[in-house]
């Protein structure tokens, strides 16, 4: 079986930019705080999988002095802040 020529780039389909997800992580007065470890400077492919983080996390984050969070996408805020206190 012949194998065919790869299209050429203008018939492919544009990747998408990438879009990180990120939170920022805040104490009670607004400011960003900066954690180190496992929990520090992680990014996201999809706003579900940020959420699920958080959701996951968010009673290790408050015991490291975060009071609430904000959800970004790149620089856009989507949504915050958010507290993380009952």
Do not use: N
């Not at 050429?8 to 998408?16: E, K, L, N």
């Not at 496992?38 to 999809?46: D, I, K, N, P």
């Amino acid at each position: 079986m012949a194998k065919l020529p790869d299209e050429p780039p203008t018939f492919r389909p544009a990747a998408a930019a990438p879009h990180p997800w990120t939170w920022r992580l805040e104490d009670s007065a607004g400011r960003p705080v900066e954690i180190t470890g496992e929990l520090s400077g992680a990014t996201f492919a999809s706003q579900a999988d940020a959420e699920s983080w958080v959701g996951e996390v968010w009673s290790d984050l408050a015991a490291l002095g975060v009071d609430a969070v904000s959800l970004y996408e790149a620089d856009r805020l989507v949504y915050g802040p958010m507290s993380l206190h009952p």
